[in-house]
């Protein structure tokens, strides 16, 4: 019983504080003026729509630089397969399919190796200092020409859906590593220390 009657003092002694903090409070919540409550309930009102509107602001503008950063990408996506289905259309429009998916592996084979530019667009239209010729050369002799060939429509489709299919990776590799080819026309000196790949209709392919 003593041991009971020590507990209730010890627990009454933890209690009293409490009691006098919720008597205080009571006591200012009853002596707070009705203005004063309205002017904190504004306050407060104000706050959250302030937080609110930060939040949405916030979300809004996220929204938006995600739209854009969507089109860009796409402008960017298009691009590329503007330069690689040009490149297909002016350096093998005259060969068989597969010939032209040769042409754009090679084009993309490029693009991936550290030895040349690190985009299609870049690639398509690289130059570099021939010191036989003393002039800067274009990587695809098309590049060079000034007047502007008609695209021919079926030819030009045919080209852009095998570009399509080659920068989207839905057409199985078939030239892993080769990077240079010439039509079998002619014999290029820098060909003499190239190992040749595959002969594709009328082009022969090295690594």
């Known amino acids: 019983m003593f041991e009971s009657l020590l507990y209730t003092v010890r627990l009454s002694d933890y209690l009293k504080p409490l009691e006098a903090w919720w008597r205080d409070l009571v006591y200012f919540w009853g ?8 002017f904190f309930s504004g306050l407060g009102l104000l706050v959250a729509v302030a937080a609110f509107a930060v939040h949405f602001s916030i979300a809004g503008h996220n929204h938006v630089q995600a739209g854009h950063d969507r089109i860009r990408a796409e402008h960017n996506r298009m691009q590329a397969l503007t330069c690689l289905a040009l490149n297909v259309y002016h350096e093998a429009r005259g060969e068989p399919l597969v010939g032209q998916y040769a042409v754009a592996e090679v084009t993309m084979n490029r693009v991936v190796s550290t030895r040349y530019p690190s985009t299609i667009c870049e690639v398509v239209y690289e130059k570099r200092w021939d010191r036989i010729r003393r002039r800067y050369v274009g990587a695809f002799s098309w590049t060079e020409l000034d007047s502007t060939t008609e695209l021919k429509t079926k030819e030009w489709m045919r080209a852009w859906k095998v570009a399509e299919a080659v920068h989207g990776e839905r057409e199985a590799p078939k030239l892993k590593g080769a990077l240079f080819y010439h039509a079998k ?5 820098w060909a003499r220390g190239k190992q040749p790949v595959a002969r594709i209709g009328m082009h022969i392919f090295y690594l």
């Open 31 to 38: 002596r707070l003026e009705r203005g004063n409550l309205i």
């Open 185 to 189: 026309s002619i014999r290029p000196s």
